[in-house]
């Protein structure tokens, strides 16, 4: 049974920091892209990133690009999100998701495209 965990949200001022990290289990957690997605009360779940399953290639949502860097460590099957000059529509649970398919070469933005879910971690910007 696959297994995501994520962790590393809490309350931050605008302008700061925080660092995600997704722990999986479950399968082989190399051989797939990793996505991270945000939902915010009352919206639908939004693209954020991607790292293909090799990690030699990202894509970011326009919100974001220039201020994320998504990365993995696949010895430690662990996805990360480091987000800096964060603002307050940065508020909502962030999720990470792994991609449905073996090796796409293709990276995924739609929710539909990842199989699994961790449960979300909160991170709310204060202004």
């Known amino acids: 049974q696959v297994q995501l965990v994520e962790s590393g949200g809490g309350l931050v001022q605008a302008g700061g920091s925080l660092r995600l990290s997704c722990a999986a289990s479950?399968?082989?957690?190399?051989?797939?892209?990793m996505g991270w997605f945000r939902q915010a009360p009352g919206k639908e779940r939004e693209f954020v990133a991607v790292?293909?399953?090799?990690?030699?290639?990202?894509y970011y949502a326009d919100s974001v690009k220039g201020r994320f860097t998504i990365s993995r460590d696949n010895a430690k099957n662990t996805v990360y999100l480091q987000m800096n000059s964060l603002k307050p529509e940065d508020t909502a649970v962030y999720y990470c998701?792994?991609?449905?398919?073996?090796?796409?070469?293709?990276?995924?933005?739609?929710?539909?495209?990842?199989?699994?879910w961790g449960q979300g971690t909160q991170v709310t910007v204060s202004s």
């Open positions: 998701g792994g991609d449905l398919v073996y090796r796409r070469s293709r990276l995924g933005y739609t929710a539909g495209e990842y199989a699994y």
């Open positions: 479950g399968r082989t957690f190399r051989n797939y892209n």
């Open positions: 790292i293909k399953w090799s990690g030699d290639s990202t």
